[in-house]
């Protein structure tokens, strides 16, 4: 996947989750569960990219640049393996319609995420 296609993909992930998020309050624990586990994956994701944070607007990690090294290409593969895991225990039945959708488009990334780093580095 080129680059530029993965930061359309993950700006309009993110744009996605605020919109469905938009502070409202959670309809149930497990919508509660999904929006703070989606909040981490996208808090994870500026954090490990910090240039795709910049070009989002989010500066805090403007004094570092992403790591391509074996080990934390490793340690993102694993930390991503998790989230998908963690996402998997959600009750998806139990999500409102908003964050159902939103579940749907976040495994889709999580998942895309992973296959670039194992199947395409």
């Known amino acids: 996947m080129n680059n530029r296609l993965a930061q359309v993909k993950l700006v309009l992930a993110v744009a996605v989750f605020c919109m469905g998020t938009g502070g409202a309050r959670a309809a149930s624990a497990a919508d ?12 994870d994701l500026l954090r490990s990219r910090p240039e795709q944070a910049t070009q989002l607007g989010d500066h805090r990690y403007d004094d570092r640049l992403t790591d391509y090294s074996p080990a934390a290409l490793a340690a993102r593969a694993e930390a991503l393996r998790g989230q998908i895991a963690a ?11 908003a964050n159902r959708v939103d579940a749907q488009i976040l495994k889709g990334e999580l998942d895309a995420m992973l296959f670039t780093i194992v199947e395409e580095q």
Do not use: P, R, V
């Not at 509660?32 to 996208?42: T, V, Y």
């Not at 996402?87 to 319609?97: R, V, Y």
């Open 32 to 43: 509660a569960a999904f929006e703070k586990l989606a909040h981490d994956c996208i808090e």
């Open 87 to 97: 996402l998997a225990k959600i009750d998806a039945a139990a999500l409102t319609g």
